[in-house]
């Protein structure tokens, strides 16, 4: 069962590039405290991804803020390589918007939304999702029935909920 509103976030494993090399994120570290808006993609570079969804809280991270989002973070299933690379080459990173890789979608299962993207050579994905996440408890989630879809998750539609 997918994670709903209310819910505490599960603790999962998350990864990001630092200066030492990949490190590792738990899930409360970099959601649990604060408003955070957090949106995860099926994988970095994707077509909806790279062209609809990133940029979308790109284009509203100041807006978001503004009405009172302490953080942005972005789930992508990739290694914190991909992540950093992506976040870098879209401006998520001068945006503020913290990229973290969940390379074996552990994140995406502990909440219930991975499939099998197997079938066009994906393996294991986070279907597309946003949510609003309150010192550590979701206040809010949508989540795409078709990874290549993306209305219901995007920026504009969780400033509309703030």
Known sequence: MAIST????????????????????????????????????????????????????????????????????????????????????????????RVLGDATAAFATALGIDFDGSAVGLGTRAMRFAMLVKDGKVASIAIEEKPSDMEATSAENMLATL
């Not at 998350?14 to 408003?35: C, I, K, W």
């Not at 991804?49 to 790109?58: D, N, R, T, V």
């Not at 989002?69 to 992508?76: A, E, K, Y």
């Open 6 to 97: 209310g819910d505490a976030l599960p603790e999962a494993t998350l990864y990001e590039m630092t200066a030492d090399g990949p490190g590792p994120v738990q899930a409360s570290a970099a959601m649990g405290t604060g408003t955070v808006a957090v949106f995860g993609v099926p994988g970095a570079y994707t077509p909806t991804c790279h062209l609809k969804h990133m940029p979308s809280f790109i284009a509203n991270a100041e807006a978001l803020k503004a009405k009172g989002v302490d953080s942005i973070v972005c789930i992508t299933v990739n290694d914190p390589f991909v992540a950093k690379a992506w976040s870098e080459a879209t401006g998520a990173d001068a945006a503020g918007i």
